[in-house]
């Protein structure tokens, strides 16, 4: 089996590393990136089967190879556009929680997962620092240069001296992210205060599970993490038509605090009574929390009968 995810956008990243987990041994891979050579493809044997998260170009040369592919939509449209559909031939599916308000996708044979929730649906019981969740995927670039340069750098360093540490993850721009912070930031693997990190190459949900806050942009691959694991999120302000839309849709359903002034001390103490739950809020089907296993299954039943 195959997995190929776009390493630079949250959404696919994670997708793609939770529908794996459940489907026992894969070969992961990443998508082409800007300077690949046309054409390019793994080595190796032919996959059996493969999960493209968003990459409609992986998909259609994975086709043309003969090789089944489940096509999945990774974050959240505003709009699915047609250049937004699976390619011919793939099953197309979207992650889209039953809980998130909004139209559901109507195009022929597209399925919605339900929520891709990660394997350990609990945190630590001992917990300390910030998780600073950050996706710049698809944001206009001077957009996210001012957020970065300014609210970020003060809530990074307001989490580091409340909390004791803030580990910042990023999907891309990390060489912004990085010049923002200057001397503070350091890289991942050594000490430091704030501790900058390429998403592609951390552990997300097991920060997530150490970190007692989190700040978040609101992102699918966020919210379901939080969600999953019943855990206070605070989101960051939307960056972006895509972010906002799901911001706005998001407020719709559940009430989630908003990383506005670093000052607010309250943006600090995580809730300790269960009461203070905001996801008790939400009306999701008991099984909403399997989409990962769903479309894992259906990847290994294409593995034994393809269509």
Do not use: K, Y
């Amino acid at each position: 089996m195959l997995v190929v995810a776009r390493d630079d956008a949250l959404d696919s990243l994670l997708a793609g590393r939770r529908i794996a987990a459940h489907t026992g041994d894969l070969c992961l891979t990443r998508a082409p990136g800007p300077g690949a050579r046309a054409g390019h493809e793994p080595d190796g044997p032919r996959p059996d089967v493969a999960l493209v998260c968003d990459d409609r170009d992986a998909t259609g040369r994975l086709l043309a190879l003969g090789v089944p592919v489940v096509h999945l939509r990774s974050g959240h449209e505003p709009g699915a556009a047609p250049a937004d559909e699976a390619p011919a031939g793939a099953l197309h599916r979207v992650h889209l929680p039953g809980w998130l308000p909004g139209p559901r996708p109507t195009g022929r044979d597209v399925r919605t997962t339900g929520t891709l929730a990660p394997t350990r649906l609990s945190r630590g019981r001992t917990r300390a620092g910030t998780l600073l969740l950050l996706s710049l995927w698809g944001v206009p670039e001077a957009e996210a240069a001012a957020f970065v340069d300014g609210p970020m750098v003060a809530l990074a360093r307001e989490a580091a001296r409340r909390t004791g540490h803030c580990d910042i993850v990023h999907d891309t721009a990390g060489a912004l992210v990085r010049s923002a912070l200057g001397p503070d930031a350091a890289a991942a693997g050594t000490s430091g205060s704030i501790t900058v990190h390429r998403a592609a190459e951390a552990d997300v949900d097991a920060l997530h599970a150490r970190a007692d806050v989190c700040l978040a942009s609101p992102t699918l691959a966020a919210l379901t993490l939080a969600q999953a694991r019943r855990a206070p999120l605070t989101l960051l302000p939307p960056l972006g038509a895509v972010q906002r839309d799901l911001a706005e849709r998001t407020r719709g359903a559940v009430s989630l605090p908003e990383a506005n002034d670093p000052a607010d001390p309250e943006l600090w103490a995580a809730p300790r009574d269960p009461a203070a739950d905001p996801w008790r809020e939400l009306a999701a089907a008991p099984d909403d929390l399997r989409g990962a296993q769903r479309v894992a299954r259906t990847l290994r039943q294409l593995s034994f009968a393809p269509l």
